[in-house]
């Protein structure tokens, strides 16, 4: 466990708008710093970062977080490793609390292990790079592959000799455990230790940070088998979480709009040498909802690319299946296949960048590919047909929880069947999303806030203001006193922190919508406003508040009492009382 303290002083430490310019390049917007925001395809700037409050927020997809939430959703980073990295830059370290010795003992050992195996990969890594230089014959295939020496830098591409033992030359103990658990070499029954990659071009595969996680090797000579050979899974390398190319090509599919998914290491390097330089590629795996959750982080536009051959269909459909959990409403699947000759590295060479992108502007959308795909062999022209279509169709639907998409799809489904969506839906037991629908069309409006809202807005920017007795303000158990209580109380302990800090702070005992409602508000707020004067304002009226209801309650309390059993205190009490109101 990581302190909370030391958490908050590291959001006061950290600066956001270095943090988000070093991957997202900000320019000065007023008091605040404006991009087009990383997490959605657009063509004018909605994303904000405050330098004052020490948070982002976009206007049009609402994104929005802290420092630690920027490395969690951009860099794919857990809410450890944002917290250790951010703690890096700033020159802290990261305690730690609540463990015992043997959980402590394992964490440094973890650590241990995969710093020893990033190092390990990396220094393999350069060795291969050195190799390619000195192979005539390795270079010859990447220049007959029409590859330049620029385009194999970018990529770090290198060469495995051929060999039993050529990794030995570099490291030293060629028995270490971490070669074998890195993936780098190999035990034979009989205990005898090979190189895992022999004679092959070598392609490093790279995590979100740009650290080599693994590699992917093809072979040059094409009578050798497996033709593409990967890593195995490591405790640094999932390959139903990684794409092969995508820390290389951040920037050009946020540029483009769209990213390319392709099925090989060549076909991304080959597309990049022709000015496609937004493709990636799955690790030898069907594409998985980590994937496109990942890419939907890049850009709302995904581009499946397959050869057209049998092999290239049925990866297709796996891909179409596998993505349906991660769809949302704003994400926008295409299918394109190449006729049965061609893969992408073939079909670019032979006709260029324009060619190859005017097809994917062609591309099938998702839905039109399911439907072309279930309708396929199917004449939907008896009533067994149309049974067969609609049980085909069934768990399709049932996958697809984007409300929009899920009504699209029930409509053509039942339209081709000729059903009503109404009979489909009875049929298969589908649930209704036409409320859920509602919810996410819904258009967010700023009502006007609530006094206690207003209060907790001018205690965030100005925290030194707080007092104990303001806690008085939130005497119920309401949602807005709860959060009232818990601002007051984090202002408190942290009088000079930003309020980056204090919604930490706040977040794990407010409902996530209302906090959601305080930092959008945040966001739109006017620095130039006097944060004091506005907060006097706001305690005047929370106090007038305040009194009214004690003024209520005392006057319940008496009007219980028939009026001859009321003392004269009482009776004075009620007739001031009830003269005020």
Same mark, same amino acid.
């Given at each position: 466990?990581?302190?909370?303290?030391?958490?908050?002083?590291?959001?006061?430490?950290?600066?956001?708008?270095?943090?988000? +310019?070093?991957?997202?390049?900000?320019?000065?917007?007023?008091?605040?710093?404006?991009?087009?925001?990383?997490?959605?395809?657009?063509?004018?700037?909605?994303?904000?970062?405050?330098?004052?409050?020490?948070?982002?927020?976009?206007?049009?997809?609402?994104?929005?977080?802290?420092?630690?939430?920027?490395?969690?959703?951009?860099?794919?980073?857990?809410?450890?490793?944002?917290?250790?990295?951010?703690?890096?830059?700033?020159?802290?370290?990261?305690?730690?609390?609540?463990?015992?010795?043997?959980?402590?003992?394992?964490?440094?050992?973890?650590?241990?292990?995969?710093?020893?195996?990033?190092?390990?990969?990396?220094?393999?890594?350069?060795?291969?790079?050195?190799?390619?230089?000195?192979?005539?014959?390795?270079?010859?295939? @990447?220049?007959?592959?029409?590859?330049?020496?620029?385009?194999?830098?970018?990529?770090?591409?290198?060469?495995?000799?051929?060999?039993?033992?050529?990794?030995?030359?570099?490291?030293?103990?060629?028995?270490?455990?971490?070669?074998?658990?890195?993936?780098?070499?190999?035990?034979?029954?009989?205990?005898?230790?090979?190189?895992?990659?022999?004679?092959?071009?070598?392609?490093?595969?790279?995590?979100?940070?740009?650290?080599?996680?693994?590699?992917?090797?093809?072979?040059?000579?094409?009578?050798?088998?497996?033709?593409?050979?990967?890593?195995?899974?490591?405790?640094?390398?999932?390959?139903?979480?990684?794409?092969?190319?995508?820390?290389?090509?951040?920037?050009?599919?946020?540029?483009?709009?769209?990213?390319?998914?392709?099925?090989?290491?060549?076909?991304?390097?080959?597309?990049?040498?022709?000015?496609?330089?937004?493709?990636?590629?799955?690790?030898?795996?069907?594409?998985?909802?980590?994937?496109?959750?990942?890419?939907?982080?890049?850009? +709302?536009?995904?581009?499946?690319?397959?050869?057209?051959?049998?092999?290239?269909?049925?990866?297709?459909?796996?891909?179409?299946?596998?993505?349906?959990?991660?769809?949302?409403?704003?994400?926008?699947?295409?299918?394109?296949?190449?006729?049965?000759?061609?893969?992408?590295?073939?079909?670019?060479?032979?006709?260029?960048?324009?060619?190859?992108?005017?097809?994917?502007?062609?591309?099938?959308?998702?839905?039109?590919?399911?439907?072309?795909?279930?309708?396929?062999?199917?004449?939907?022209?008896?009533?067994?047909?149309?049974?067969?279509?609609?049980?085909?169709?069934?768990?399709?639907?049932?996958?697809?929880?984007?409300?929009?998409?899920?009504?699209?799809?029930?409509?053509?489904?039942?339209?081709?069947?000729?059903?009503?969506?109404?009979?489909?839906?009875?049929?298969?037991?589908?649930?209704?999303?036409?409320?859920?629908?509602?919810?996410?069309?819904?258009?967010?409006?700023?009502?006007?806030?609530?006094?206690?809202?207003?209060?907790?807005?001018? @205690?965030?920017?100005?925290?030194?203001?707080?007092?104990?007795?303001?806690?008085?303000?939130?005497?119920?158990?309401?949602?807005?006193?709860?959060?009232?209580?818990?601002?007051?109380?984090?202002?408190?302990?942290?009088?000079?922190?930003?309020?980056?800090? @204090?919604?930490?702070?706040?977040?794990?005992?407010?409902?996530?919508?209302?906090?959601?409602?305080?930092?959008?508000?945040?966001?739109?707020? +006017?620095?130039?406003?006097?944060?004091?004067?506005?907060?006097?304002?706001?305690?005047?009226?929370?106090?007038?508040?305040?009194?009214?209801?004690?003024?209520?309650?005392?006057?319940?309390?008496?009007?219980?009492?028939?009026?001859?059993?009321?003392?004269?205190?009482?009776?004075?009490?009620?007739?001031?009382?009830?003269?005020?109101?």
């Amino acid at each position: 466990m990581i302190p909370e303290s030391f958490i908050q002083d590291l959001l006061n430490r950290v600066d956001i708008v270095d943090v988000i +310019d070093k991957s997202v390049p900000l320019k000065k917007a007023g008091a605040n710093y404006s991009a087009c925001c990383p997490f959605h395809n657009e063509k004018s700037p909605s994303f904000t970062v405050s330098p004052t409050k020490q948070f982002y927020h976009c206007f049009g997809c609402g994104a929005h977080g802290t420092a630690i939430g920027f490395l969690m959703e951009y860099a794919g980073l857990s809410f450890v490793e944002a917290i250790h990295d951010l703690a890096k830059n700033v020159g802290m370290i990261v305690p730690q609390q609540d463990s015992t010795p043997a959980s402590r003992e394992a964490d440094a050992t973890n650590k241990t292990i995969k710093l020893g195996l990033q190092e390990t990969l990396q220094q393999a890594a350069n060795y291969y790079k050195s190799e390619l230089k000195k192979s005539e014959r390795a270079i010859e295939y @990447l220049k007959g592959r029409g590859l330049s020496g620029v385009i194999a830098a970018k990529f770090q591409i290198g060469y495995a000799p051929a060999g039993w033992q050529n990794l030995q030359s570099i490291f030293a103990n060629y028995d270490n455990d971490a070669l074998q658990t890195a993936g780098l070499v190999v035990e034979n029954e009989q205990g005898r230790r090979y190189d895992r990659f022999r004679d092959r071009i070598m392609f490093p595969i790279h995590d979100q940070k740009g650290q080599v996680i693994g590699f992917g090797g093809r072979v040059i000579n094409p009578e050798d088998t497996p033709k593409y050979y990967n890593s195995p899974e490591t405790p640094l390398f999932q390959k139903g979480h990684e794409l092969y190319g995508l820390f290389v090509a951040r920037r050009a599919i946020r540029d483009a709009g769209r990213v390319l998914v392709v099925e090989g290491y060549m076909d991304v390097v080959a597309l990049a040498q022709y000015g496609i330089e937004y493709a990636v590629a799955a690790l030898g795996t069907a594409t998985t909802p980590f994937h496109i959750t990942k890419l939907m982080r890049q850009t +709302d536009e995904i581009v499946f690319c397959f050869d057209g051959d049998n092999a290239g269909r049925t990866a297709a459909w796996r891909a179409a299946m596998n993505a349906l959990p991660a769809l949302t409403d704003g994400l926008k699947l295409r299918f394109l296949f190449l006729p049965k000759e061609h893969d992408p590295d073939s079909y670019v060479r032979e006709f260029g960048k324009e060619k190859f992108e005017l097809e994917m502007q062609n591309a099938m959308p998702l839905s039109q590919y399911i439907i072309a795909h279930l309708s396929e062999k199917n004449p939907l022209n008896a009533q067994e047909d149309l049974i067969k279509f609609v049980q085909d169709a069934a768990p399709i639907l049932l996958e697809i929880k984007a409300p929009l998409s899920a009504l699209y799809m029930r409509k053509k489904i039942a339209e081709l069947a000729g059903l009503t969506v109404e009979a489909l839906e009875h049929k298969l037991k589908l649930p209704n999303p036409n409320k859920t629908s509602a919810k996410a069309t819904q258009k967010q409006s700023r009502a006007p806030l609530s006094i206690e809202k207003r209060f907790v807005l001018m @205690l965030m920017m100005q925290p030194s203001l707080a007092r104990p007795e303001h806690l008085n303000f939130g005497h119920g158990f309401s949602e807005q006193d709860i959060l009232i209580k818990a601002a007051v109380n984090a202002a408190l302990l942290q009088p000079q922190s930003k309020p980056a800090a @204090l919604l930490h702070t706040i977040e794990p005992l407010v409902e996530p919508r209302l906090l959601r409602e305080i930092q959008r508000e945040l966001q739109l707020l +006017d620095e130039s406003l006097d944060f004091k004067l506005e907060f006097t304002g706001a305690c005047t009226q929370l106090m007038e508040s305040l009194q009214q209801k004690r003024d209520d309650s005392m006057l319940d309390a008496v009007k219980e009492k028939p009026f001859s059993a009321l003392s004269d205190q009482e009776r004075e009490m009620l007739k001031s009382l009830t003269a005020k109101k």
